[in-house]
């Protein structure tokens, strides 16, 4: 809930969420484990806790360092898919729905069963094409975006969509690969923001959790109140050392993200003159089709890149060739990770078969490179 205009992310991600200060206090929240906590006989007091499903200190202490981070208010769930769910549970049947034609699988895998299930139209977009974004809105009951795209690396337009869309159709962002530290689209006035936890706020691969940031306006009270609620009767809540796990992660969060981006860029560079890469999609780049948007609109062009190489065979050579980075799914921690995307059946045909996306960690870039090198001058 807090708004903190004068404070940079780097300082709200280390003082929000903390015990108020009184001689003796502890300066952490502790994890609260409570299924359950005295009850009051006047149950309609909003304030009071009864059960675990309806709050958790632990929560809310994360919540207020997310919500400052993305200029709004957080909810955080037991996942980023809990938390997209929340959001299309908002979506009536027949309802239509805009959607990335290359997006996170796991959404695009959910809005599909639940097309099927509940007659939903669903429109896709390419998110760099601003007009077909536009067009594709119209008439729509919700637009889902995803910027920079898993795993092409597409920037779209956010400040120019967020403008066009906002008060006329509920509007979506899924920010996991940018993150708050580097792209904030409630700013631009977009409903919602999506982020998958188990990423950059967690940061060490070793939790799940998910979050939504909403408007901190009037006119998004109820949208926040029926999250909360859909939240709350469906279960999806955070496990309490999840959540305690994730707001130690979120302390070190700007400086894990700076690091990573930075190096990044550096690797970006590189590979692109590396004669075995075909391609390097990463918004750094001069030549990308994303890089003047995203140097625009993001601060920074996130620690994700995908490079295309010959075809499978070769992008298996490739990762099986290095050793320090380990050949994993997911991204946005401490240690640097990659996979050919193909691998998994889900994946769209657009993407290449010798698509290697690389989550950039905060290791030293010299090492980085010289095991990425290594490997490459070998195919
Ligand atoms: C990982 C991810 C999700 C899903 O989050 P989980 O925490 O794994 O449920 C959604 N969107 C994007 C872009 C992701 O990378």
Request: aromatic share 6%; charged share 20%.
């Amino acid at each position: 809930m807090s708004s903190h205009p004068d404070l940079r992310p780097e300082t709200l991600a280390v003082s929000l969420g903390r015990p108020p200060r009184t001689p003796g206090a502890p300066l952490n929240v502790s994890p609260v484990m409570a299924s359950t906590y005295v009850g009051a006989h006047d149950t309609a007091a909003a304030t009071t806790l009864g059960y675990g499903r309806d709050g958790n200190d632990t929560w809310t202490a994360l919540e207020d360092v997310l919500g400052a981070l993305g200029r709004g208010r957080a909810l955080t769930f037991a996942s980023g898919m809990a938390a997209a769910s929340a959001v299309l549970e908002q979506l009536a049947p027949g309802g239509t729905i805009v959607l990335p034609s290359s997006c996170y699988l796991g959404v695009a895998a959910l809005v599909q069963s639940r097309a099927e299930k509940f007659g939903w139209t669903v429109r896709t977009v390419d998110v760099a094409d601003t007009e077909a974004v536009l067009t594709a809105a119209d008439g729509a009951d919700l637009v889902w975006l995803e910027s920079p795209t898993n795993p092409l690396m597409e920037v779209a337009d956010l400040p120019a969509i967020g403008a066009a869309l906002r008060g006329r159709v509920r509007t979506v962002v899924d920010n996991t690969f940018a993150s708050a530290l580097v792209q904030r689209p409630l700013e631009h006035g977009f409903d919602v923001v999506v982020e998958s936890g188990t990423k950059f706020v967690g940061g060490h691969s070793d939790l799940l959790l998910g979050a939504l940031t909403v408007r901190p306006d009037a006119d998004a009270d109820d949208l926040f109140a029926d999250l909360a609620a859909v939240r709350h009767d469906s279960g999806a809540i955070p496990g309490t050392m999840e959540a305690w796990l994730a707001l130690r992660g979120v302390r070190t969060m700007p400086l894990r993200v700076r690091a990573a981006q930075d190096s990044a860029a550096t690797l970006a560079a590189r590979l692109a003159g590396h004669p075995a890469v075909s391609r390097v999609r990463h918004p750094s780049l001069p030549d990308d089709p994303g890089h003047a948007r995203a140097a625009a609109t993001m601060d920074g062009f996130g620690s994700l890149l995908s490079i295309d190489l010959a075809d499978a065979g070769t992008a298996e050579r490739f990762i099986d060739g290095c050793a320090l980075w380990t050949h994993a799914t997911s991204l946005g921690s401490v240690e640097s990770t990659f996979e050919r995307r193909r691998r998994w059946s889900a994946e769209l045909p657009v993407v290449p078969e010798g698509l290697v996306r690389l989550s950039v960690g905060v290791e030293h870039v010299e090492d980085l490179w010289r095991d990425l090198e290594q490997s490459l001058d070998q195919l």
